[in-house]
Nanobody, 124 residues
Framework: QVQLVESGGGLVQAGGSLRLSCAAS????????MGWFRQAPGKERDFVAG????????NYADSVKGRFTISRDNAKNTVYLQMNSLKPEDAAVYYC?????????????????WGRGTQVTVSS
């Protein structure tokens, strides 16, 4: 079992930045690809970014490319999502997810563990 805890959400003005963190605990000695997803009220949970176990491979949703950066520090069992140039449409609950594989997926159903989420609010 792996437990994931997100942090770093909050209220920010449009154009501002936030850095989300996802700390993993439990069976962290296993190999996990990681992903960030987000869900706005009344909408489905959407893929935001994914990173392979090694960190060498990453992928982003088109809506966040060039603004968001996913990274990981396996020594700290932590994954980050740096969010720059935030827009009101980025407002959502952001979830961290772990997949028992070296490679990430964009489908939320491919992930095995989830955090409880952190709220990001962007004011215009």
């Amino acid at each position: 079992q792996v437990q994931l805890v997100e942090s770093g959400g909050g209220l920010v003005q449009a154009g501002g930045s936030l850095r989300l963190s996802c700390a993993a605990s439990g069976r962290t000695s296993s190999v996990y690809a990681m992903g960030w997803f987000r869900q706005a009220p009344g909408k489905e949970r959407d893929f935001v970014a994914g990173i392979s176990w090694t960190g060498f491979s990453t992928n982003y949703a088109d809506s966040v490319k060039g603004r968001f950066t996913i990274s990981r520090d396996n020594a700290k069992n932590t994954v980050y999502l740096q969010m720059n140039s935030l827009k009101p449409e980025d407002a959502a609950v952001y979830y961290c997810a772990a997949r028992r594989s070296r490679g990430y997926k964009t489908d939320a159903n491919e992930y095995d563990y989830w955090g409880r989420g952190t709220q990001v609010t962007v004011s215009s």
